[in-house]
């Protein structure tokens, strides 16, 4: 058995435009974004002076791409759709074996505190 790593961004609120349905189609809606990634864990930091961002895998893309690039992508029908955007910028980085990905529209009924869809993806 192999050591891990898992990354993650929890409760991420991105504006989205996003959904199906009329009162969705002209508006952009609150989304909450959650994501764990998992790798291999290939060696130990024991050294607390290191800070050689290449020996880990950095979760500030991810944010960035959730935050910036994926508002931009214009209108998108699916939660599905749009978390398998995230779970392919995952992929990028070779090491990421696993991509767990969990959009919930915040919004959605009066009465529930959100709906949403996750999806778990592994390296092919």
Do not use: W
Request: glycine share 4%.
């Amino acid at each position: 058995m192999s050591d891990t790593i898992r990354l993650f961004i929890r409760d991420c609120r991105v504006n989205l435009n996003i959904g199906l349905y009329d009162s969705e189609m002209h508006r952009t809606q609150p989304i909450l974004i959650n994501i764990e990634c998992e790798a291999d864990l290939s060696r130990r930091y024991d050294n607390i002076k290191e800070n050689d961002l290449s020996a880990v895998i950095n979760y500030r893309p991810l944010y960035q791409f959730i935050r910036d690039e994926l508002p931009k992508l214009g209108h998108i029908y699916l939660l599905e759709s749009a978390a398998e955007k995230i779970a392919d910028f995952c992929f990028q980085d070779a090491r990421i074996k696993m991509a767990h990905i969990r959009l919930e529209k915040t919004a959605i009924f009066p009465d529930a505190a959100g709906a949403g869809i996750e999806i778990r993806r592994s390296r092919p």
